[in-house]
């Protein structure tokens, strides 16, 4: 049945969503700040890390659920969330951090673009190939 696989992987980043949500709201209510920063660097970024989480985690999962109804196998599915998953995790945690360069970041970054291409070119032979023109 497809939706399966992406759809538990899109379970676990609802609950990270949550997650970056409550620290959002946690940091407003220490600053009793309501909207913005006010200044406060770490709402700022626990602000922005939860922005970037919903700029590229939709896209990804979309085109995982299409992958996964095209027939591509599970196991290519477990892989793109997987890493996906992993990937947000790591960017969270390196934003988290510290606004400049860290680590996780980078891996953040590198395993959410790499899944976001990877899904893409998986769904694009298979949409073009149903397409009528």
Not at 36 to 52: E, F, S, V, Y
């Amino acid at each position: 049945m497809p939706g399966f696989v992406a759809g538990f992987y899109a379970a676990l980043l609802a609950l990270l969503l949550m997650a970056l949500s409550l620290n959002v709201i946690r940091l407003r209510w220490r600053h009793q700040v309501g909207i913005m920063d006010a200044g406060h660097k770490d709402l700022a970024l626990a602000i922005r890390t939860q922005g970037n989480f919903i700029e590229y985690v939709p896209l990804a999962l979309i085109l995982m659920f299409f992958d996964e109804a095209v027939k591509y196998p599970s196991w290519e599915i477990h892989v793109l969330g997987a890493a996906l998953l992993l990937g947000r995790i790591a960017h969270a945690w390196g934003l988290l951090q510290s606004e400049g360069r860290t680590v996780g970041r980078a891996l953040g970054v590198a395993l959410t673009f790499s899944v976001i291409f990877a899904a893409a070119f998986m769904a694009l032979p298979r949409a073009m190939h149903g397409m009528s023109l």
